[in-house]
Nanobody
Framework: VQLQASGGGLVQPGGSLRLSCAAS????????LGWFRQAPGEERDFVAG????????YYADSARGRFTIFRDNAKNIVDLQMGNLKPEDTAVYYC?????????????????WGQGTQVTVSS
């Protein structure tokens, strides 16, 4: 599976941004998909995930209530809609795929990664 993330940019605090990740390859619907982020000098952290059929979404505490993850298996995409953005959301955001049908929050479960897209929240 190859992943290509897009949609990052500069946004003011309180604003919204939608990230998109397009996948190529077979068996897209046998993977859980996730979004992670990494700020300068920090570890890469889990943000949001969705199971193989889109039936369950799960979020980090920092994202819950502000971000929504959505996958479309017909189009092989997974999006992250981000709202009420804060300066602390500034990071490089990565989409990733984990083989299997469970919930995966651990970064070690994800074996395919997109290249990352920069999100900067600043006035």
């Amino acid at each position: 599976v190859q992943l290509q993330a897009s949609g990052g940019g500069l946004v003011q605090p309180g604003g919204s941004l939608r990230l998109s990740c397009a996948a190529s390859g077979r068996a897209f619907n046998t993977y859980a998909l996730g979004w992670f982020r990494q700020a300068p000098g920090e570890e890469r952290d889990f943000v949001a995930g969705v199971i193989w059929n889109g039936g369950l979404e799960y979020y980090a505490d920092s994202a819950r209530g502000r971000f929504t993850i959505f996958r479309d298996n017909a189009k092989n995409i997974v999006d992250l809609q981000m709202g009420n953005l804060k300066p602390e959301d500034t990071a490089v955001y990565y989409c990733a795929a984990a083989p299997g049908y469970n919930v995966y929050r651990d970064i070690r479960s994800y074996i395919y990664w997109g290249q990352g897209t920069q999100v900067t929240v600043s006035s």
